[in-house]
Nanobody, 124 residues
Framework: QVQLVESGGGLVQAGGSLRLSCAAS????????MGWFRQAPGKEREFVAS????????YYADSVKGRFTISRDNAKNTVFLQMNSLKPDDTAVYYC?????????????????WGQGTQVTVSS
């Protein structure tokens, strides 16, 4: 069992930056693929980025490629999402998630554990 707690959300102007963190409980964090998803009001939850257990494989949604960076620190049981050049369309609740599946999944249904989410609001 893994419990995930996100932090770092907030209100930022367009063009600004935020760094999200997701702290995981338990001693098996390094065995989980980790991902970030987001959900805007009235929309389905969507994939943002995912990172393999050793950080050797990383994937991004096209909408954030070149602006967002996912990373993890297995010694600290933490995964990060650095978000630069933020746009109003990035406004959403951001969730971190853990998966026990092979590969580096990018679908909501492939993730087993979820945090409670953190709000990111980008003003124009």
């Amino acid at each position: 069992q893994v419990q995930l707690v996100e932090s770092g959300g907030g209100l930022v102007q367009a063009g600004g930056s935020l760094r999200l963190s997701c702290a995981a409980s338990g001693r098996t964090f390094s065995m989980y693929v980790m991902g970030w998803f987001r959900q805007a009001p009235g929309k389905e939850r969507e994939f943002v980025a995912s990172i393999s257990t050793t950080s050797g494989s990383i994937y991004y949604a096209d909408s954030v490629k070149g602006r967002f960076t996912i990373s993890r620190d297995n010694a600290k049981n933490t995964v990060f999402l650095q978000m630069n050049s933020l746009k109003p369309d990035d406004t959403a609740v951001y969730y971190c998630a853990g998966s026990r599946r092979l590969g580096v999944p990018r679908r909501v249904e492939e993730y087993d554990y979820w945090g409670q989410g953190t709000q990111v609001t980008v003003s124009s």
